[in-house]
């Protein structure tokens, strides 16, 4: 069995900053990615940022500068700091862990609030 457990949500001032962490655990064979989420009510869920077991990473344009994805591949984890936050970046932060060697096992935490209110 598999579990994906985010941490590090919260309430923040805007401008404020938040580490969030997915650790993976039980029999994953072949990680090929870790990549985080975020969804709002009556939207879609977006991609925020994402790293291939290789090291290739990807932002959303609209936090490049400002979010860090990094990851500890013994470890199985994934972090996103999150710096410079402002109130459009609140959302429930999702992790996806995908497997397989074309990575189109999708293994999803039950997700984080990052709340960005003064």
């Known amino acids: 069995q598999v579990q994906v457990v985010e941490s590090g949500g919260g309430l923040v001032q805007p401008g404020g900053s938040l580490r969030l962490s997915c650790a993976a655990s039980g029999t994953i064979f072949s990680i090929y990615a870790m990549d985080w989420y975020r969804q709002t009510p009556g939207k879609q869920r977006e991609l925020v940022a994402g790293?291939?077991?290789?090291?290739?990473?990807n932002y959303a344009d609209s936090v490049k500068g400002r979010f860090t994805i990094s990851r500890d591949n013994a470890k199985n984890t994934v972090h996103l700091q999150m710096n410079s936050l402002k109130p459009e970046d609140t959302a429930v932060y999702y992790c996806?862990?995908?497997?397989?060697?074309?990575?189109?096992?999708?293994?999803w935490g039950q997700g984080t609030q990052v709340t960005v209110s003064s």
């Open positions: 996806d862990v995908r497997a397989g060697a074309l990575g189109n096992i999708d293994y």
């Open positions: 790293i291939t077991i290789g090291g290739r990473i």
